[in-house]
């Protein structure tokens, strides 16, 4: 199995600190950024082999990748999305689909959470699932959230910030685990999307393939402090965090 980081988009809401970084190389912790925080997590579960998918600002995590590989200990590729500032993050991922078929670890670059998350995805497989979420179902949810709601046995139903919170059973964390045998009909699901909406996000790529009879369930974090970065006060909060992690 290996990691994978989505790490490709701009995020203007946080300039004038991502005028010239990703946000995934913003300090959260001395010098440690949210990139650091994924990668020792991804260590940390025994995850040594890292895809990394750039776009905008790429050449300055290129530059940092001996000082990131040797801090970590792992071995990291760049997949590059040349219309990261463009399109949204489901054509990013699926331009790592030849990855697929190894077992993917996936985590957001802009999410600070504790390793507590890739060990709950970890210990989730059982066999039969194909795609694992990491879900908050403590949480109270509001309109910007990644809102879940699950079927029978605890299988996907919806995936979409446009749920309503009252309809959804808690908020997707930013961190997956893709079996390899989903390999295939995940890329062919995430291509349908991009395709008829650059705009759509990977997330969407997931319900079209549960749509399509793919078994996508939830592994729950539990009592978990944890962030998406989005704007300064995020920022400020996953610095509060990292400092604990």
């Known amino acids: 199995m290996i990691g994978l980081v989505m790490a490709a988009g701009a995020s203007r809401r946080l300039r004038p600190e991502t005028d010239h970084l990703p946000k995934a190389l913003l300090p959260v912790d001395g010098e440690s950024t949210i990139l650091d925080l994924g990668l020792g997590n991804l260590a940390a579960v025994g995850i040594t082999d890292v895809v990394v998918l750039v776009g905008y600002a790429a050449a300055v995590v290129a530059d940092r990748v ?47 959470h504790p390793a507590s998350v890739e060990r709950k995805l970890l210990a989730a497989r059982d066999g039969s699932s194909e795609l694992i979420l990491a879900l908050d179902d403590l949480k109270k949810l509001a309109a910007e959230e990644m809102k879940v709601a699950l079927g ?28 390899p045998r989903a390999a295939a009909l995940l890329a062919e699901a995430l291509e349908s999307t991009w395709r008829r909406d650059p705009g759509l ?14 078994v996508v369930v939830v592994a729950r974090i539990g009592v978990v402090d944890w962030v998406e970065v989005d704007d300064h006060r995020d920022l400020r909060r996953a610095r509060n965090i990292a400092s604990r992690c």
């Open 152 to 179: 029978a046995d605890d299988r996907l139903d919806r995936i979409s910030k446009q749920l309503a919170p009252a309809d959804a059973d808690g908020e997707y964390i930013g961190a997956s685990l893709i079996e």
């Open 66 to 112: 001996p000082e990131l590989e040797r801090r970590h200990g792992v071995a990291l590729e760049l997949v590059y999305n040349p219309r990261a500032e463009q399109w949204n993050n489901a054509y990013s991922l699926w331009l790592a689909r030849e990855h697929f078929h190894r077992g993917v670890l996936l985590v957001n670059g802009d999410t600070v």
């Open 201 to 214: 996000f990977y997330e969407d790529g997931y319900a079209e393939f549960a749509n399509r009879g793919g």
